[in-house]
C-alpha cells in the first residue's frame, strides 16, 4: 500500500541550529510531493512543493528540500532554526488512485530551544 | 490569496446531537475535503467533494455525511455526535486539475467537543 513515512515523531533542536526534518514515500512513478506547517491552534500551511525540475526546492520561512528519487526521500531542511519555526510538520503524496486526494505522514514535531 | 473559512473555532455539543461544520472558499476551487486530526494519527479524509452534488468517501466516513449544494461551501454533518468524535475538523480545497494533484488550502480548523 502506498505510504509516506516520517520517522521522527519529535524533535528539538536550539535556535540558531540547522534542521533536517525526512520524508520517505512509496510511489511508483515521480510523485509531486509537499511539505506543510501547522502552527499551534492552526490550519496547515503550504511551505514547499516539488512537482518536476530542479530537485532541489525553495519554500517559505527560509525551507528547502531536496528530492532524492534513489531513496525514495523529500526531506525538509533550513540552515537556521527560529523560535517561531515550533510547529507540526507534515509531508504529503498525491493518493495514486486518486490524485485529487493525498496521503499524509504522521507528522513530525519540532520544538526549539531558546 | 486563497480563503478558506470554517464556521467556529471552537464547539461543544452533546452526544446524540446533530452537528453541522461549514466551510467555505472564496477561490473557486472544485475540490474540497474534510479531515480530522487526532493526536498520533495525523491527518485522516473523512469525505471530499470533487463538484457540486459530488462526493466521494475518504478513510473514515463512517458517522458523518457531508453535503455541497454550492461551489464555495462545503458541510460536515455528524447525525448523531458521539464522544469518539472530539476532535480537530480541518476543511480544505485545491483548484481541481485534471489526473494532477494540487496544493491543498487550509481553513484554520474547528476543535469540536462532544460530552
Known sequence: ?114 | DVKVTQSSRYLVKRTGEKVFLECVQDMDHENMFWYRQDPGLGLRLIYFSYDVKMKEKGDIPEGYSVSREKKERFSLILESASTNQTSMYLCASSFGLAHTSDTQYFGPGTRLTVL
Open chain 1, 1 to 114: 500500500a502506498q505510504s509516506v513515512t516520517q520517522p521522527d515523531i519529535h524533535i528539538t533542536v536550539s535556535e540558531g541550529a540547522s534542521l533536517e526534518l525526512r520524508c520517505n514515500y512509496s510511489y511508483g512513478a515521480t510523485p509531486y510531493l509537499f511539505w506543510y506547517v501547522q502552527s499551534p491552534g492552526q490550519g496547515l500551511q503550504l511551505l514547499l512543493k516539488y512537482f518536476s525540475g530542479d530537485t532541489l526546492v525553495q519554500g517559505i520561512k527560509g525551507f528547502e528540500a531536496e528530492f532524492k528519487r534513489s531513496q525514495s526521500s523529500f526531506n525538509l531542511r533550513k540552515p537556521s532554526v527560529h523560535w517561531s519555526d515550533a510547529a507540526e510538520y507534515f509531508c504529503a503524496v498525491p493518493n495514486a488512485g486518486n490524485n485529487r486526494k493525498l496521503i499524509w505522514g504522521l507528522g513530525t514535531s519540532l520544538a526549539v530551544n531558546p
